[in-house]
């Protein structure tokens, strides 16, 4: 029995230490992944999709986006690295390297001026190669005279990343019927704030400094930018400055401006991996479906899986093809994917030191993220649904002989049954 539990623990072991260095090798591929929220939408080469199964033709598409990439929102988030860097150079404190960063931290921080969150060229481009691929994959859900609903919230990034894709859209096919709108009426859905999750996201913030503690270690970085250990210790707040550093680093990638400037010697690998780290556990407390927040936290978009349902349902009884396409944030597509359960996202757990091993958050919202949801049917009028989070087919926790295929009865039938579901939130978070 002891040779059994020996072995069994060795095994588990190699499994986290595979899965931990599945994510160093993705970031050792590409660095700029572990940018995490702020990555460039990845679609440089996105695998074949497989046929549908013989009979089926597909005919109509749920969607939810985000938006493309944007300027960091609010001024302080390019301002505050500056300042700390102003304070060595005032000091006589920079490295050679810190005086470069300061020089081109002022011109980022300059160019952003009047520019809070809004969408970049690389964003406007994203959603257009989106659409572009979306007509391409599935031509017979854009054929002739279909209709097209595309919403977004009331958000600028999120209206322009909308009209990007329905323009191109409309130039493939000028007969499609394509209605847009932002609409307040429409955000208990499109971007629901949910009043249970606010307390419920404020008893788990306890947690972020003792990882934070635990984890992430910012000596290495500010060694690259300052000369003097007790200037560092004294003057500046080490992990604030290397976290919104790592921030401005990360989104740099969101702008052709600063496709040669590359900021990321200022991290090793283990070290953009351990902030990585310490925001991925973050966005499982604000979006993921753990215990620590009651596993509530996702409930948040069950208005969107009825949209989802609804507009499935009007889809099929109307016959024809269509497409129902939504544009917002990545605070929604994230717990979307959650709720639903997507490629195991519904992950369980109260260990968030071991959590990076299970659940990646890069993987699901980049810049420009999405679900597609694409409908199938064959002359019986049987109907499949098909996964796809940002254009690669998709898992659910649904019974299937025909992978990645699943029929839409049963899926159907998982969501509405995981919606009535609703864990009870009590009126005082204790």
């Known amino acids: 029995m002891k040779h059994h539990l020996i072995v069994s623990l060795l095994a588990s072991a190699a499994v986290a230490l595979s899965a931990t260095a599945g994510v160093k090798d993705d970031f050792?591929?590409?660095?700029?992944?572990?940018?995490?929220?702020?990555?460039?939408?990845?679609?440089?080469?996105?695998?074949?999709l497989t046929p549908a199964p013989q009979g089926y033709t597909p005919f109509f598409m749920n969607h939810y986006g985000r938006h493309g990439s944007r300027w960091l929102i609010g001024k302080w988030a390019y301002e505050y690295p500056v300042q700390e860097l102003e304070k060595g150079e005032r000091n006589g404190k920079l490295t050679k390297r810190g005086k470069e960063v300061l020089a081109i931290?002022?011109?980022?921080?300059?160019?952003?001026?009047g520019r809070d969150g809004e969408l970049s060229d690389v964003g406007h481009e994203q959603h257009q190669r989106i659409a572009a691929r979306m007509y391409k994959n599935f031509p017979e859900i854009f054929a002739g005279d279909a209709p097209v609903r595309a919403r977004s919230t009331i958000v600028i990034r999120c209206i322009?990343?909308?009209?990007?894709?329905?323009?191109?859209?409309?130039?493939?096919?000028?007969?499609?019927r394509i209605t847009t709108d932002a609409s307040e009426a429409e955000m208990y859905y499109m971007n629901y704030d949910d009043p249970a999750v606010k307390p419920l996201r404020q008893s788990a913030y306890k947690y972020f400094d003792e990882f934070r503690d635990k984890h992430v270690k910012v000596d290495g970085t500010l060694k690259r930018l300052f000369t003097d250990k007790k200037f560092m210790r004294d003057s500046i707040d080490?992990?604030?400055?290397?976290?919104?550093?790592?921030?401005?680093?990360?989104?740099?990638?969101?702008?052709?401006?600063?496709?040669?400037?590359?900021?990321?010697?200022?991290?090793?690998?283990?070290?953009?991996?351990?902030?990585?780290?310490?925001?991925n556990m973050r966005w499982y407390i604000y979006?993921?479906?753990?215990?620590?927040?009651?596993?509530?936290v996702d409930f948040m978009e069950a208005n969107l899986v009825r949209s989802f349902i609804e507009d499935a349902d009007h889809a099929i009884n109307m016959g024809g093809n269509s497409a129902s396409l939504r544009f917002g944030h990545e605070s929604v597509v994230l717990p979307l994917?959650?709720?639903?359960?997507?490629?195991?996202?519904?992950?369980?757990?109260?260990?968030?030191?071991?959590?990076?091993?299970h659940w990646q958050s890069y993987k699901v919202f980049p810049m420009a993220?999405?679900?597609?949801?694409?409908?199938?049917?064959?002359?019986?009028?049987?109907?499949?649904?098909?996964?796809?989070?940002?254009?690669?087919?998709?898992?659910l926790p649904v019974h299937t002989d025909m992978a990645p295929y699943y029929r839409w009865s049963d899926v159907r039938d998982y969501l509405l049954d995981k919606l009535s579901r609703q864990p009870y939130i009590p009126t005082v978070i204790q």
């Open 238 to 279: 080490g992990f604030k400055f290397a976290n919104a550093l790592f921030d401005i680093v990360g989104n740099m990638q969101s702008h052709h401006a600063y496709d040669n400037i590359n900021l990321y010697d200022l991290f090793t690998l283990d070290e953009a991996y351990n902030m990585w780290s310490y925001n």
């Open 369 to 395: 993220c999405n679900v597609q949801m694409v409908y199938y049917r064959n002359a019986q009028d049987d109907v499949l649904v098909k996964v796809l989070l940002n254009e690669r087919e998709a898992t």
């Open 105 to 113: 931290l002022k011109q980022v921080r300059d160019d952003a001026q």
């Open 337 to 357: 994917v959650c709720l639903m359960g997507i490629n195991g996202m519904d992950y369980q757990t109260t260990d968030l030191d071991n959590l990076a091993e």
């Open 287 to 296: 979006s993921g479906e753990t215990p620590l927040t009651q596993c509530r």
């Open 28 to 48: 050792k591929a590409d660095i700029k992944a572990s940018a995490n929220n702020y990555w460039a939408y990845p679609d440089q080469q996105l695998p074949a």
């Open 160 to 176: 322009l990343s909308m009209q990007n894709e329905v323009d191109v859209l409309k130039s493939l096919n000028p007969q499609l």
